[in-house]
């Protein structure tokens, strides 16, 4: 079975960092661009960022370029997101998903072929 499971969420400070983890099982890691999409309380699900599986592409929405960091650990299957400098409008659920793609990503939710379960990110004093 497709697994892929979101890890590292939490509460932090504005300013703070957090760094969330996606474990992925069940399908050929290294064919799959991951990426990790976002919604907030009451609005729709929003792509943060992505990466490719063998060429390292990413992609950053505009508003976290900067301050978000993607990576990824294929020999784990594994794929990171460093999150500094945080703001409350971060605030929301965070979504890993896998879409097949060979090279480059989208970042689109709508591409996406397998999702996890979401970890709460909020950020707030």
């Known amino acids: 079975d497709v697994q892929l499971q979101a890890s590292g969420g939490g509460l932090v400070q504005p300013g703070g960092s957090l760094r969330l983890s996606c474990a992925a099982s069940?399908?050929?890691?290294?064919?799959?661009?991951i990426g990790w999409s976002r919604q907030a309380p009451g609005k729709g699900r929003e792509g943060v960022s992505c990466?490719?599986?063998?060429?390292?592409?990413?992609y950053y929405v505009d508003s976290v370029k900067g301050r978000f960091t993607i990576s990824r650990d294929n020999a784990k299957n594994t794929v990171y997101l460093q999150m500094n400098s945080l703001k409350p409008e971060d605030t929301a659920v965070y979504y890993c998903?896998?879409?097949?793609?060979?090279?480059?990503?989208?970042?689109?939710?709508?591409?996406?072929?397998?999702w996890g379960q979401g970890t709460l990110v909020t950020v707030s004093s």
């Open positions: 990466i490719s599986g063998r060429d390292g592409t990413t």
């Open positions: 069940g399908f050929i890691f290294d064919d799959y661009a």
């Open positions: 998903a896998a879409e097949w793609r060979i090279t480059g990503c989208t970042g689109k939710p709508y591409e996406y072929n397998y």
